[in-house]
């Protein structure tokens, strides 16, 4: 196994143990690092333990009756373990979830501007981000009046994304972004994340099943089996071994 030669991480994720209702186990240990400006994939099979990584970190397990109850995570240089969720936006930190949960009862402008009001910028910073957002996702621009909920899958992800980025966080942690879509739309979708990663120096951790694209776009990943980290190393290495698809992965992608 590789070891991650990140000197001084964005993130680190430190011997995390996560329980749920104070009895299912649902991580044992985990670790792995995120070094800044760094696009990192967290593999893994479905129930291997990538969702409830991603919340323990941003905080949002508690929510579903889950805790962390052994190690600690550090971001910044700041262990936030128990950091309140809202404080870890204002610090730079969003989440993308499972699924999207855009309100579709609202326009896809409306969406994004609602992730943008952390910190109550003004008016005009507020346009300013919307078209930043619009200069990534030109297709969201034309769709920037329409419901949420007439939208495609592929353009609700758009949405949830650039909700997330509208707060513009230093490290955006992503779940399944790739889960429903078409691979065409998954590409899309990937090319504008390396985009912001190599153009805006944005950090990226994102757990993923579809394990070819996500070693196509990151620079290093972590796997994940029954809660447990059973791999690490560089995309490229990990690409080349085709004992993950077989072991871990079930051959997804």
């Known amino acids: ?39 990192v994939a967290l593999l893994g099979a479905n129930g291997a333990g990538k969702s409830t990584t991603l919340k323990a970190i941003s905080s949002l397990v508690r929510a579903e009756r889950g805790e962390v109850t052994t190690g600690r995570i550090v971001y910044q240089g700041q262990e936030i373990t128990e950091a309140d969720p809202a404080s870890l936006v204002l610090a730079g930190l969003a989440q993308v979830l499972e699924g999207r949960h855009c309100f579709t009862h609202l326009s896809v402008e409306q969406n994004l501007l609602i992730g943008g009001f952390a910190g109550r910028p003004s008016r ?42 509208m707060s513009e966080p230093r490290l955006l942690l992503l779940d399944e972004p790739s889960m429903g879509l078409a691979p065409q739309v998954v590409e899309e979708i990937f090319d504008i994340l390396s985009r912001l990663n190599r ?26 089996e029954n809660g447990r980290v059973v791999d690490e190393g560089s995309a490229a290495e990990l690409a080349a071994r085709e004992d993950l698809h077989t072991y871990y992965l079930g051959a997804v992608g």
């Open 1 to 39: 196994m590789s070891q991650s030669p990140i000197a001084d991480p964005l993130l680190s994720v430190e011997q995390v143990e996560v329980f749920y209702e104070q009895s299912i186990l649902a991580l044992r240990g985990v670790s792995l690092q995120v070094g800044k400006g760094q696009m």
């Open 199 to 224: 153009e805006e120096g944005l950090s990226l951790l994102v757990a993923e099943q579809n394990i070819n694209i996500a070693l196509d776009y990151a620079q290093y990943a972590f796997v994940l």
């Open 124 to 165: 005009k910073v507020l346009s300013q981000r919307l078209e930043r957002i619009y200069g990534y996702f030109p297709r969201l621009r034309l769709l920037r009046k329409r419901l949420t909920g007439y939208t495609s899958g592929g353009e609700q992800q758009m949405v949830a994304i650039g909700r997330a980025l």
